[in-house]
């Protein structure tokens, strides 16, 4: 066994090993092979070494049925087994984490015990609250190390309403046993109230409080002239002797509220959410309605939706500054707008910022920007525009033909629901799989001090006689086991498995789209030669033939996510660093890294155009489509990139109308419908998720057309290298597109700079001697 598993890995690095340089070979290549081409075509057709048949038109076209490929394989079966044993993992995983884990412990608050306080079932069933024994200990910088306040902890039915000390509890039974909050083991009366304070049993005093976020906090208030109270008192008596400022009990929970900050801000999210979600429920329908009808307008309106489309835009855009500037104006002599947003800081309430005339004023800023800067791209696009416009008429012949190819974005939506949710899922279970850590809290100083403890011996133990105010509270959740030790590799597992099927997904998208559209345009009678079920028919050839490639390539483009997710963690952990170098070096790691990730995506989405057509594996399919591309560099330009661009306008034009009527809606600035809006805490909330969710929605029907336009486009090139549009070898493409192509073709010939390449590339070919055989 241990012969086969050696056998394994060094056939598996072999295997990647040989990948990576065939990738670093394929860019190599591509960075020179147009130049050699075109310095051979000069040359009169001198062979050039390491040339190939990659830029010389296929001979066997004639033998090949690209409408519906037959001879097909599995492609990269190896990537194949591995995404499938990764699979098997991610579920092993999933299975660990779910037995393991408890959600609890994200939901309830929990005491010195490790007890969770108000769950059903369990004796604390009724003490729903936390109370601190001395909130004034919350006030040390302990609570930023550790996020826990290193006092006893405990669950109780309701905060306290009165000041009491113990000592008064103590003379009166009653007091002590209805009023008093102490630990279920204060049973014995015969011990003095300092005996039970050095044994940890009950607090020295209380003050009125108030539930916030299931704990119990004291009851701050202020009087006139700023004065701070708890209750309605400005210092109380401490129980121990001394009194204690109402001042010195804000800060305690100030730090108090370092610890539960997060928390208080995600339940009034997650509350939002309960009063809105099925408002944002129909918000999100109203998007996909918007979406469709606007994609089936394009479909036999293509020229003037794209031009309504255009004109809407910048109107959208310009009411936008228009708003800007009326809330702008309309708050000039507000007391308190004209302070600055520096000075407001960080406010988890956004409606705050929308009281202050610089939010407004930065706004309209932005959205001028992005005005000028639309209408500058369409003033010099114009002539680009016209050819992008009949390139997307024939997107929507085609999607006419595969009318299917517009529902199939609700697949791939389901399909990354599905990823997203067990991933989500075995991150929490994974990260409340941990054990009760207790670590020793004091005041004073001691060798001991925030070292594990066992709250069971601890009183026995040397520590409690070394350290005399030392208390063993529950600090977090950890664990010393096996499991807890490599519990970050499974939380690095979960996140790299989520990558990879969520790009898997939009993978296998990708080639079911462009497989239906490329068996359109291969068709030579249309209709009649496409396939009755085209998108059907792609995705079974999909999974059936090529689920390793797509596994493949989405592994490449992961890999690059993953290091950009670690690059992100280190540049927060390094955030407050004083080293700027290693700011620098960082922040260029952070750019390349991303600038990597533009460029497989754009390769990898080619390459699944190619295995959609031909059906080879991943290497050579992205190999072809890269060389395809830079052999028609001026039409991918002209044609491809501007059709992007008037796609994302789409895109952004559903997403400011769906974003604009939120926002009066939730605002309640539409008098008619003020009533039917919820109250909510923080209204930005169902904003921002409309706008998100419309614009992937949007990004989904859309990425139709796109991944339309990108077939379309890889085809013809294939079709004009393969055909000259004789009897013999007839183009495939239509009239239309024949048009297009004219065009782009005259405006490479205007293509400046050409004679200066063909200058640059002989020079260096003289300069190189570069040959076969004989120097030239």
């Not at 974005?409 to 991150?427: D, N």
């Not at 462009?514 to 009755?532: E, M, Q």
């Not at 260029?588 to 497989?600: A, T, V, Y």
């Given at each position: 066994?241990?012969?086969?598993?050696?056998?394994?890995?060094?056939?598996?690095s072999t295997?990647?090993?040989?990948?990576?340089?065939g990738?670093?070979?394929?860019?190599?290549?591509?960075?020179?092979?147009?130049?050699?081409?075109?310095?051979?075509?000069?040359?009169?057709g001198?062979?050039?070494?390491?040339s190939s048949?990659?830029?010389?038109?296929?001979?066997d076209?004639?033998?090949q049925?690209?409408?519906?490929p037959?001879?097909?394989g599995?492609?990269?079966?190896?990537?194949?087994?591995l995404?499938?044993?990764?699979?098997?993992?991610?579920?092993a995983?999933?299975?660990?984490?779910?037995?393991?884990?408890?959600?609890?412990?994200?939901?309830?608050?929990?005491?010195s015990?490790?007890?969770?306080?108000?769950?059903?079932?369990?004796?604390?069933?009724?003490?729903?609250?936390?109370?601190?024994?001395?909130?004034?200990?919350?006030?040390?910088?302990?609570?930023?190390?550790e996020?826990?306040?290193?006092t006893?902890?405990?669950?109780?039915?309701?905060?306290?309403?009165?000041?009491?000390?113990?000592?008064?509890a103590?003379?009166?039974i009653?007091?002590l046993?209805?009023?008093?909050?102490?630990?279920?083991?204060?049973?014995?009366?015969?011990l003095s109230?300092?005996?039970?304070?050095k044994?940890?049993?009950?607090?020295?005093?209380?003050?009125?409080?108030?539930?916030?976020?299931?704990r119990?906090?004291?009851a701050l208030?202020?009087?006139?002239?700023?004065v701070?109270?708890?209750?309605?008192?400005?210092?109380?008596?401490?129980?121990?002797?001394?009194?204690?400022?109402?001042t010195?009990v804000?800060?305690?929970?100030?730090?108090s509220n370092?610890v539960?900050?997060?928390?208080?801000v995600?339940?009034?999210?997650?509350?939002d959410?309960?009063?809105?979600?099925?408002?944002?429920?129909?918000?999100?329908?109203?998007?996909m309605?918007?979406s469709?009808?606007?994609?089936?307008?394009?479909?036999y309106?293509?020229?003037?939706?794209?031009?309504?489309?255009?004109?809407?835009?910048?109107?959208?855009?310009?009411?936008?500054?228009?708003?800007c500037?009326?809330?702008?104006?309309?708050?000039?002599?507000?007391?308190?707008?004209?302070?600055t947003?520096?000075?407001l800081?960080?406010?988890?309430?956004?409606?705050v910022?929308?009281?202050?005339?610089?939010t407004?004023?930065?706004f309209?800023?932005?959205l001028?920007?992005?005005e000028?800067?639309?209408?500058?791209?369409?003033?010099?696009?114009r002539?680009?525009i016209?050819?992008?416009i009949?390139?997307?008429?024939?997107?929507?012949r085609?999607?006419?033909?595969?009318?299917?190819?517009?529902?199939?974005?609700?697949?791939?939506?389901?399909?990354?629901?599905?990823?997203?949710?067990?991933?989500?899922i075995?991150?929490?279970?994974?990260?409340?799989?941990?054990?009760?850590?207790?670590?020793?809290?004091?005041?004073?100083?001691c060798?001991?001090?925030r070292?594990?403890?066992?709250?069971?011996?601890?009183?026995?133990?040397?520590?409690?006689?070394?350290?005399?105010?030392?208390?063993?509270?529950?600090?977090?959740?950890g664990g010393?086991t096996?499991?807890h030790?490599?519990?970050?590799?499974?939380q690095?597992?979960?996140?790299?498995l989520?990558?990879w099927?969520?790009?898997?997904?939009?993978?296998?998208?990708q080639?079911t789209?462009?497989?239906?559209?490329?068996?359109?345009?291969?068709?030579?009678k249309k209709?009649?030669?496409?396939?009755?079920?085209?998108i059907f028919?792609?995705?079974?050839?999909?999974?059936?033939?090529?689920?390793?490639?797509?596994?493949?390539?989405?592994?490449?483009?992961?890999?690059?996510?993953?290091?950009?997710?670690i690059?992100?963690?280190l540049?927060?952990?390094?955030?407050?660093?004083?080293?700027?170098?290693?700011?620098f070096?960082l922040?260029?790691?952070?750019?390349c890294?991303w600038c990597?990730?533009?460029?497989?995506?754009?390769?990898?989405?080619?390459?699944?155009?190619?295995i959609?057509?031909y059906?080879?594996?991943?290497c050579?399919?992205?190999?072809?489509?890269?060389?395809?591309?830079?052999?028609?560099?001026?039409?991918?330009?002209v044609?491809d990139k501007?059709t992007?661009?008037?796609?994302f306008?789409?895109k952004?034009?559903?997403?400011?109308?769906?974003?604009?009527?939120?926002?009066?809606?939730?605002?309640?600035?539409?008098r008619?419908?003020?009533?039917?809006?919820p109250?909510?805490?923080?209204?930005?909330?169902?904003?921002?998720?409309?706008?998100?969710?419309?614009?992937?929605i949007?990004?989904?029907?859309f990425?139709?057309?796109?991944?339309?336009?990108?077939?379309?486009?890889?085809?013809?090139?294939?079709d004009?290298?393969?055909?000259?549009?004789?009897?013999?070898r007839?183009y495939?493409?239509?009239?239309e597109?024949?048009?297009?192509?004219?065009?782009?073709?005259?405006?490479?010939?205007?293509?400046?700079?050409?004679?200066?390449?063909d200058d640059?590339?002989?020079?260096?070919?003289?300069?190189?001697?570069?040959?076969?055989?004989?120097?030239v």
């Amino acid at each position: 066994m241990l012969v086969f598993s050696h056998w394994i890995k060094r056939r598996l690095s072999t295997y990647l090993f040989s990948v990576l340089l065939g990738l670093v070979r394929v860019y190599l290549r591509a960075a020179f092979e147009p130049l050699l081409c075109r310095l051979r075509s000069r040359l009169g057709g001198l062979s050039l070494p390491g040339s190939s048949s990659l830029y010389r038109p296929h001979a066997d076209f004639k033998t090949q049925n690209l409408s519906s490929p037959l001879h097909r394989g599995c492609t990269d079966i190896l990537c194949c087994i591995l995404f499938i044993l990764a699979l098997l993992g991610y579920f092993a995983v999933g299975i660990i984490a779910w037995s393991q884990g408890d959600p609890r412990k994200v939901i309830y608050p929990t005491d010195s015990r490790g007890q969770f306080c108000g769950q059903a079932g369990t004796p604390l069933e009724k003490k729903p609250l936390l109370f601190y024994f001395n909130i004034l200990k919350c006030a040390s910088p302990l609570v930023l190390l550790e996020l826990q306040c290193p006092t006893t902890q405990l669950c109780v039915e309701s905060c306290p309403d009165r000041h009491l000390t113990l000592v008064k509890a103590k003379i009166d039974i009653f007091l002590l046993f209805t009023f008093y909050t102490c630990l279920n083991c204060i049973t014995n009366q015969k011990l003095s109230p300092p005996e039970i304070l050095k044994e940890g049993l009950c607090p020295a005093m209380l003050m009125p409080s108030k539930a916030f976020t299931q704990r119990c906090l004291p009851a701050l208030g202020t009087m006139k002239g700023g004065v701070v109270v708890v209750g309605n008192e400005t210092t109380f008596d401490a129980g121990q002797g001394y009194n204690i400022n109402a001042t010195d009990v804000l800060e305690a929970s100030k730090k108090s509220n370092v610890v539960i900050e997060a928390r208080q801000v995600a339940m009034r999210i997650f509350e939002d959410y309960t009063h809105s979600w099925h408002w944002i429920l129909l918000g999100v329908v109203i998007a996909m309605v918007v979406s469709l009808i606007f994609i089936v307008l394009l479909r036999y309106l293509a020229g003037i939706m794209v031009w309504v489309m255009i004109v809407l835009v910048i109107l959208v855009l310009g009411y936008g500054i228009f708003h800007c500037y009326m809330e702008f104006a309309s708050l000039k002599g507000e007391p308190g707008s004209d302070v600055t947003i520096r000075d407001l800081g960080l406010q988890t309430d956004f409606s705050v910022y929308l009281q202050i005339r610089q939010t407004w004023l930065a706004f309209m800023i932005i959205l001028a920007i992005v005005e000028v800067v639309i209408i500058l791209l369409l003033i010099f696009l114009r002539k680009k525009i016209m050819i992008a416009i009949a390139l997307i008429k024939e997107a929507s012949r085609a999607i006419g033909y595969v009318m299917s190819s517009l529902f199939y974005p609700l697949l791939t939506f389901a399909l990354l629901a599905v990823v997203i949710a067990y991933w989500a899922i075995t991150a929490v279970f994974l990260s409340t799989s941990n054990e009760q850590v207790y670590k020793v809290f004091n005041n004073s100083d001691c060798e001991y001090s925030r070292e594990t403890c066992d709250p069971k011996t601890f009183n026995t133990s040397n520590i409690s006689a070394q350290c005399p105010d030392a208390e063993c509270l529950f600090a977090f959740y950890g664990g010393e086991t096996l499991y807890h030790k490599y519990l970050i590799l499974f939380q690095f597992y979960n996140v790299f498995l989520f990558f990879w099927c969520a790009n898997f997904v939009t993978a296998l998208g990708q080639v079911t789209l462009s497989g239906a559209f490329a068996s359109y345009y291969w068709a030579f009678k249309k209709p009649d030669d496409i396939p009755a079920y085209p998108i059907f028919s792609s995705l079974g050839r999909a999974l059936r033939y090529h689920t390793g490639s797509l596994a493949f390539g989405s592994l490449i483009l992961s890999m690059v996510q993953v290091i950009r997710v670690i690059l992100e963690y280190l540049d927060h952990k390094l955030k407050d660093a004083q080293n700027k170098c290693a700011k620098f070096l960082l922040s260029c790691m952070k750019c390349c890294f991303w600038c990597l990730e533009k460029c497989i995506k754009f390769l990898n989405r080619n390459a699944y155009i190619m295995i959609a057509i031909y059906g080879k594996s991943f290497c050579p399919s992205a190999r072809d489509a890269f060389f395809l591309l830079m052999r028609n560099i001026v039409r991918v330009a002209v044609l491809d990139k501007v059709t992007d661009f008037l796609l994302f306008l789409g895109k952004l034009l559903i997403v400011g109308i769906v974003g604009i009527f939120s926002f009066f809606f939730f605002s309640g600035r539409i008098r008619t419908m003020e009533e039917a809006a919820p109250s909510l805490n923080y209204y930005w909330v169902p904003i921002l998720t409309l706008v998100v969710a419309s614009y992937l929605i949007a990004h989904g029907f859309f990425s139709v057309y796109a991944m339309c336009v990108d077939t379309l486009f890889l085809c013809f090139c294939e079709d004009l290298e393969r055909n000259d549009g004789s009897s013999e070898r007839p183009y495939f493409m239509s009239p239309e597109l024949h048009e297009i192509l004219s065009k782009t073709k005259k405006l490479e010939e205007d293509h400046d700079g050409k004679n200066s390449i063909d200058d640059f590339v002989v020079w260096a070919y003289n300069k190189l001697k570069i040959s076969d055989g004989p120097a030239v």
